[in-house]
């Protein structure tokens, strides 16, 4: 039967396959036999998008709405109507379940579901099909028992394992209160039933799947859950076939019974995102945020040192109170915790957060534009502001991509490595105007340049040494003006091959540390 519907979103990556789209087409019911499911990416040309959607000129389309793809849907979506005005458009997802008033998608859309979609989608679809039509436009979402909902991860293609990002979830919610996160508005965490949930692992790692990314905000909640999901994966774990499981966990909650586990598993295997956000106690206040930070630092050092677990820590720039020094001094020590990338962003006003209940005490100023972020308040201005964007990019490219292992340790020597990196950042950005899209070579030719401008000139031979050794290691095939012969293919560092790219080069300075 030729589909009458179409549930569709856009995806940041392609290498991103869509767990939210998953679950709705898993839950259609009767409406799955006639409904067509496809992704596109934010990149992916309009007119050939709404060709493919089109192409079996179906009733009814349903979208996938983000913050990171509000923009590009809505494009999508007046295409749509313009080529097609009887085709009827409905939307779900995060981006349009708050302020769905003042929204132009959702103005566009015949109708809007908030929240959680997997029971109120199926129902709206029957009333357009079968009657009575919908006096409602928006429709509330209703929560759905977990033990009620399909699990959708028969619906991965061999092809998605095989290429792409695969997401699961043991557990939806979470029971913190943190104002800058759409959790905050979860009573509490939910958990699907283990059991059923392993079983469902276990025939994704049988058809093929080795990378599993776990979208759950709070994976050691729970520790024995968590310890019987770790046993499933290090059950699994062999030397010629890699496995690789990614978590988000509570950085002040690590009993000995994890510790144990993943204690065993080798490098290459587990990636931890740890939210620390602010080491500002005062700002953890105003932001409702509950963190040990002694707690947290323990437990980082901890799995720094006594596993092999690469550690991604987070913080954010832009949260009320949270001046540009007190966020320097947050950074300087969350640096000395020693974990392997520090990801850093700025606050942004997600719709239906209660962050915006400080905007007029702290003259909070977001941008109208996805995604939102803080442009200014009443202690950091947008000249900071627009400085730290920089740093932050500077910081990925340079630190997080793992390029720099031997030359990082010069650039952060100091009183202050924030301070030193800002100087870094403002010195590259002086140069180019910006701070993406720089060559390889040039980024490490202006970094021993910077390092040696402040330096004396008797270590600049070390400093050039440093620069030469990561740039051979990165694998890149040029050449540095003070190289007197251009990188052969024999001097490209040799990686396990078990390791993703950026977590090999993590490891690699690891292992020469030991």
């Known amino acids: 039967m030729t589909p009458m519907i179409t549930l569709t979103t856009l995806n940041a990556r392609y290498s991103h396959a869509s767990l939210g789209l998953r679950y709705l087409m ?70 349009v379940s708050y302020e769905v008033d003042q929204q132009a998608i959702t103005k566009l859309a015949d109708y809007v579901i908030t929240g959680w979609g997997e029971i109120t989608l199926p129902q709206l679809l029957t009333s357009l099909i079968d009657g009575p039509k919908p006096l409602m436009k928006t429709h509330i979402g209703v929560q759905a028992k977990l033990d009620d909902l399909i699990t959708p991860y028969h619906l991965y293609t061999d092809h998605d394992l095989a290429h792409r990002n695969i997401y699961v979830e043991a557990s939806r919610g979470c029971p913190f209160k943190c104002e800058f996160c759409l959790s905050s508005l979860d009573k509490t965490a939910w958990a699907f039933d283990l059991d059923h949930f392993l079983r469902e692992m276990e025939t994704l790692y049988q058809r093929g799947a080795r990378t599993f990314k776990f979208v759950d905000r709070t994976f050691n909640l729970k520790p024995d859950t968590g310890r019987r999901i770790l046993d499933f994966f290090r059950e699994k774990l062999n030397d010629d076939d890699p496995i690789f499981a990614h978590f988000e966990v509570i ?24 939210g620390i956000q602010t080491l500002n106690t005062t700002v953890q206040k105003h932001i409702s945020r509950k963190t040990d930070l002694t707690k947290a630092e323990a437990n980082v050092r901890w799995l720094r040192e006594h596993s092999h677990a690469h550690l991604h820590v987070d913080l954010i720039a832009g949260l009320p109170s949270e ?38 005490a702290f003259g909070m100023v977001y941008s109208e534009a996805p995604p939102y972020e803080i442009i200014s308040n009443h202690d950091v201005s947008q000249a900071e502001l627009d400085a730290f964007k920089h740093f932050a990019k500077y910081w990925d490219a340079i630190a997080n991509s793992g390029r720099f292992n031997q030359t990082l340790p010069l650039i952060m020597a100091g009183a202050s490595p924030y301070a030193r990196f800002a100087d870094l950042s403002h010195y590259l950005n002086t140069i180019w105007q910006r701070s993406h899209s720089i060559v390889l070579e040039k980024l490490f030719t202006e970094v021993a340049n910077w390092l040696m401008s402040r330096s004396d000139e008797s ?13 051979l290691a990165s694998g890149a095939q040029g050449k540095l003006p003070w190289m007197t012969r251009g990188l052969t293919i024999q001097t490209k560092q040799k990686t396990d091959g078990s390791l ?10 690891t292992s020469s540390a030991n």
């Open 26 to 95: 898993a839950n259609l019911g009767e409406h799955a036999t006639h409904t067509r499911m496809v992704e596109y990416t934010i990149k992916s040309a309009t007119d050939e998008m709404v060709a493919d959607l089109l192409s079996d000129a179906p009733r009814i389309i349903g979208f996938g709405v983000y913050i990171w793809n509000v923009n590009e849907t809505l494009a999508l979506m007046q295409a749509v109507k313009a080529a097609a005005p009887q085709t009827i458009l409905i939307v779900g997802g995060p981006e």
């Open 251 to 274: 950085p002040d909650h690590l009993p000995e019974l994890l510790k144990e586990a993943i204690a065993a598993f080798p490098a290459g295997s587990l990636q931890f995102e740890i």
């Open 323 to 360: 001046t540009m020094a007190s966020f320097a001094e947050g950074f300087d020590r969350l640096y000395q915790w020693d974990a392997h990338e520090i990801q850093i962003g700025i606050l942004k006003r997600l719709r239906g957060t209660p962050i915006i209940r400080h905007t007029e």
């Open 459 to 471: 270590n600049h031979d070390d400093i050039r040494h440093a620069v030469t050794a990561d740039y």
């Open 500 to 509: 993703l790219a950026r977590q090999a080069r993590h490891q690699t300075m």
